[in-house]
Each structure stands twice: as structure tokens, then as C-alpha cells.
């Protein structure tokens, strides 16, 4: 079996799974229409966001030991400390850009990831948007996801080894920003680098209190409109964190 999975060029670094897997039961494409099912009941409408889960096989990006646990709605470990994030988190995040006035008008434009990780939600980015930058702070990450992505023929996404909290000013402006790291506010450069009628969601830390005591990391919605910035506050969630300087 080795033999035969070696003489295919173009199976990825999983492919092993494949083989071995299904004859224990693992038979990723009933999976992921399982999850992409479990998605669209849980309230996401967005044709081209279901459609790039439905694409873009998550196991690929995760180590073979984690690889069944692939298309649960959870968020899993990738090393260096970080998670892949939770697939509910993801769509919703997509769908969110996705409805921008400037992506409903003429389709989701250019876009900007801060925190590739393994590369999921990047592929996930390039399928639904025109071109994407994708910035990873972790250089074993940047070169993981990198690893993932061979073959994929991604011809409109770039991983860039780099920094994300200044943004990406040579790419801007952005028709949708999105930080898969929360941090404790969101950084200027962001706000200042997205086009009006774009928008940007990141994780980030909200205090309910005035003493700043029961914060709490949210999903928050800000809109660039001709006239200012409008900003809301979404649903909770758990991220890794947003830091500065590399790794
Ligand atoms: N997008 C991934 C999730 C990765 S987890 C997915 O598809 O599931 C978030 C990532 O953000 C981590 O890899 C972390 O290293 C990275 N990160 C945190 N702060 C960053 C920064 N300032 N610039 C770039 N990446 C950052």
C-alpha cells in the first residue's frame, strides 16, 4: 500500500489517511458534508462560504494523529501553541465579510488575514475572495501552512512571514479584514488600511465593566462607511492571542 500511495504525485502530505483510513471508517468527504450541513442548519446562508468548506478538506491541515477529529465543530491544536479554528467561528467570520456593502456590490475584493496558522481559513479566503494576504508571526507556521498549501493551486492567496499588527500597507486598501488572533483592542493600522464599504472582524477583548474586571473576548464587527467607522460588538468567543514582533 505504501508503494502504491507513493507512486501518486499528487497526493498531499495526509494521504496516507486516505488509504488506511477508509478502511477504518474515516471517509472525509461524508464528514465534511456532514459539517457543512451542520453549518447551514446552525444559520449559515452564505452559498460561497459553505461552498469553500464544502472545497477545502480540513484534515489536510492537521497532523494525521488529528485528522478524524477533522470536520468536528471544534477548534484543534497545530503546535507552536495556536489552534485551527473552530469551522462555526470561521463561517460566521467569512459570512460576516462577505456581506460588506463593498463585497455585495461587486464580490469580495482584495483581502487581508492576520494569523495564518496551518493556512485553513487562508485557503478557505481564496476561494471566496479575489486575491487575499495571509501574515503568520511564527515562522514554523508560515513555512506548515506553506507545506499545506502545495498543490492546491492557489494562485490568488500570499503567505507573508511578518508582523500583522501594522497591517499589510502595501496591499491596501482592503475590500475585508480579518484577525484569527483577539487582541485587547484593534490596532489603527487596521481600521485606516480597509476600504469604505469593507470590514474588518477580529477577536477582541471587551470589558463589561467599567473597572475593566469580567472582559470577556468578542467578535467585533467595524464597518468603514464614506462617513466614519461603525463598530458592534458579536458573539463571544475564544481565541488565541494577538502578539507582537516574531516567532
Ligand atoms: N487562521 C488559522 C488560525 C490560526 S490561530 C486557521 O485557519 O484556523 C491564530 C494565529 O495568529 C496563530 O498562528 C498566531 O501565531 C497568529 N498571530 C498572532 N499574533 C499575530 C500577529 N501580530 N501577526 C501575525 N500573526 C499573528
Given at each position: 500500500?505504501?508503494?502504491?500511495?507513493?507512486?501518486?504525485?499528487?497526493?498531499?502530505?495526509?494521504?496516507?489517511?486516505?488509504?488506511?483510513?477508509?478502511?477504518?471508517?474515516?471517509?472525509a468527504?461524508?464528514?465534511?458534508?456532514?459539517?457543512?450541513?451542520?453549518?447551514?442548519?446552525?444559520?449559515?446562508?452564505?452559498?460561497?462560504?459553505?461552498?469553500?468548506?464544502?472545497?477545502?478538506?480540513?484534515?489536510?491541515?492537521?497532523?494525521?494523529?488529528?485528522?478524524?477529529?477533522?470536520?468536528?465543530?471544534?477548534?484543534?491544536?497545530?503546535?507552536?501553541?495556536?489552534?485551527?479554528?473552530?469551522?462555526?467561528?470561521?463561517?460566521?467570520?467569512?459570512?460576516?465579510?462577505?456581506?460588506?456593502?463593498?463585497?455585495?456590490?461587486?464580490g469580495?475584493?482584495?483581502?487581508?488575514?492576520?494569523?495564518t496558522?496551518?493556512?485553513?481559513?487562508?485557503?478557505?479566503?481564496?476561494?471566496?475572495?479575489?486575491?487575499?494576504?495571509?501574515?503568520?508571526?511564527?515562522?514554523?507556521?508560515?513555512?506548515?501552512?506553506?507545506?499545506?498549501?502545495?498543490?492546491?493551486?492557489?494562485?490568488?492567496?500570499?503567505?507573508?512571514?511578518?508582523?500583522?499588527?501594522?497591517?499589510?500597507?502595501?496591499?491596501?486598501?482592503?475590500?475585508?479584514?480579518?484577525?484569527?488572533?483577539?487582541?485587547?483592542?484593534?490596532?489603527?493600522?487596521?481600521?485606516?488600511?480597509?476600504?469604505?464599504?469593507?470590514r474588518?472582524i477580529?477577536?477582541?477583548?471587551?470589558a463589561?465593566?467599567?473597572?475593566?474586571?469580567?472582559?470577556r473576548?468578542?467578535?467585533v464587527?467595524?464597518?468603514?462607511?464614506?462617513?466614519?467607522?461603525?463598530?458592534?460588538?458579536?458573539?463571544?468567543v475564544?481565541?488565541?492571542?494577538?502578539?507582537?514582533?516574531?516567532?
Amino acid at each position: 500500500m505504501l508503494a502504491a500511495v507513493q507512486n501518486n504525485s499528487k497526493m498531499g502530505p495526509n494521504a496516507l489517511l486516505e488509504p488506511v483510513g477508509q478502511g477504518f471508517g474515516f471517509n472525509a468527504p461524508a464528514l465534511q458534508a456532514r459539517l457543512v450541513a451542520q453549518l447551514r442548519s446552525q444559520g449559515i446562508g452564505n452559498e460561497a462560504v459553505l461552498g469553500a468548506i464544502g472545497g477545502i478538506e480540513r484534515h489536510r491541515f492537521l497532523d494525521t494523529a488529528l485528522a478524524t477529529q477533522a470536520y468536528e465543530d471544534t477548534s484543534l491544536p497545530i503546535g507552536f501553541e495556536q489552534t485551527i479554528s473552530k469551522p462555526s467561528v470561521v463561517a460566521r467570520m467569512l459570512e460576516l465579510l462577505c456581506e460588506a456593502p463593498c463585497a455585495r456590490a461587486q464580490g469580495l475584493g482584495r483581502v487581508l488575514e492576520i494569523g495564518t496558522g496551518c493556512g485553513y481559513q487562508a485557503a478557505l479566503l481564496a476561494k471566496i475572495a479575489a486575491e487575499v494576504y495571509s501574515i503568520e508571526r511564527v515562522r514554523g507556521l508560515h513555512e506548515k501552512a506553506r507545506t499545506h498549501l502545495r498543490g492546491m493551486r492557489l494562485a490568488n492567496l500570499h503567505l507573508i512571514f511578518g508582523d500583522g499588527m501594522p497591517g499589510y500597507p502595501k496591499g491596501a486598501p482592503f475590500a475585508g479584514i480579518v484577525s484569527a488572533a483577539g487582541g485587547e483592542t484593534i490596532p489603527q493600522a487596521w481600521l485606516e488600511q480597509l476600504a469604505v464599504g469593507a470590514r474588518l472582524i477580529a477577536p477582541t477583548v471587551i470589558a463589561s465593566r467599567a473597572d475593566g474586571s469580567a472582559a470577556r473576548q468578542c467578535l467585533v464587527l467595524v464597518e468603514r462607511q464614506a462617513s466614519g467607522y461603525t463598530r458592534q460588538v458579536l458573539d463571544a468567543v475564544r481565541f488565541v492571542p494577538l502578539k507582537s514582533g516574531l516567532a
